[in-house]
T-cell receptor, first 116, second 113 residues
Framework: GAVVSQHPSRVICKSGTSVKIECRSL??????MFWYRQFPKQSLMLMAT?????????EQGVEKDKFLINHASLTLSTLTVTSAHPEDSSFYIC????????????FGPGTRLTVL | QQQVKQSPQSLIVQKGGISIINCAYE??????FPWYQQFPGKGPALLIA?????SEKKEGRFTISFNKSAKQFSLHIMDSQPGDSATYFC????????????FGSGTRLQVQP
């Protein structure tokens, strides 16, 4: 099956700093990647949809200047949390979908962000 | 607006029993309905998925039942095992899965030995 990796798996940072999370599709080309956020014991909430070579589409209520998404290649998307604050602490998960005709979304293992 | 409602919130089943989780959706434009399994600290893993043109799909011990008129679908786990203990999410998507997934609230399954 298709594999999606995320790096780092865990990150702890100080309030006010920026953190970059990478999402890579290892064995397929991902035309679309999605970024989700999950709070403890809750469901996954979509943050943004990222298509290779174009600007990300953010969900209502998600600050695009705070959560910068870049999808520069068919195998890599990055999420940068800028000026992180404790309320940004969460589990961030990406998923990737392959080329046209493939409906399955494959999820990465997630990144646990803790902002002190 | 919660577009996919999932129940129960938690479920305890004895080993060898059948686990049943239900979901209902509102948006008739949804045309792809996957189920995901998630272990603590891990990303969701696809279990099984169904399109609305079929009423049932079975893969091993996992079966999806789909009722288009009622806008409901369910996951049945046969012969439940302790290793099945995890959180299960139903989801729905438009455009044959090309759009983002809308997830249900999740069901914590505990299979007792």
């Amino acid at each position: 099956g298709a594999v999606v990796s995320q790096h780092p798996s865990r990150v702890i940072c100080k309030s006010g700093t920026s953190v970059k999370i990478e999402c890579r599709s290892l064995d397929f080309q991902a035309t679309t990647m999605f970024w989700y956020r999950q709070f403890p014991k809750q469901s996954l909430m979509l943050m943004a949809t990222s298509n290779e070579g174009s600007k990300a589409t953010y969900e209502q209520g998600v600050e695009k200047d705070k959560f910068l998404i870049n999808h520069a290649s068919l195998t890599l998307s990055t999420l940068t949390v800028t000026s992180a604050h404790p309320e940004d602490s969460s589990f961030y998960i990406c998923s990737a979908r392959g080329l046209a005709g493939i409906d399955t979304q494959y999820f990465g293992p997630g990144t646990r962000l803790t902002v002190l | 607006q919660q577009q996919v409602k999932q129940s129960p919130q938690s479920l305890i089943v004895q080993k060898g029993g059948i686990s049943i989780i239900n979901c209902a959706y509102e948006n008739t434009a949804f045309d792809y309905f996957p189920w995901y399994q998630q272990f603590p600290g891990k990303g969701p893993a696809l279990l099984i998925a169904i399109r609305p043109d079929v009423s049932e799909k079975k893969e091993g011990r996992f079966t999806i039942s789909f009722n288009k008129s009622a806008k409901q679908f369910s996951l049945h786990i046969m012969d439940s095992q302790p290793g099945d203990s995890a959180t299960y999410f139903c989801a729905a998507s438009r455009a044959a899965g090309r759009r983002a997934l809308t997830f249900g609230s999740g069901t914590r399954l505990q299979v007792q030995p």
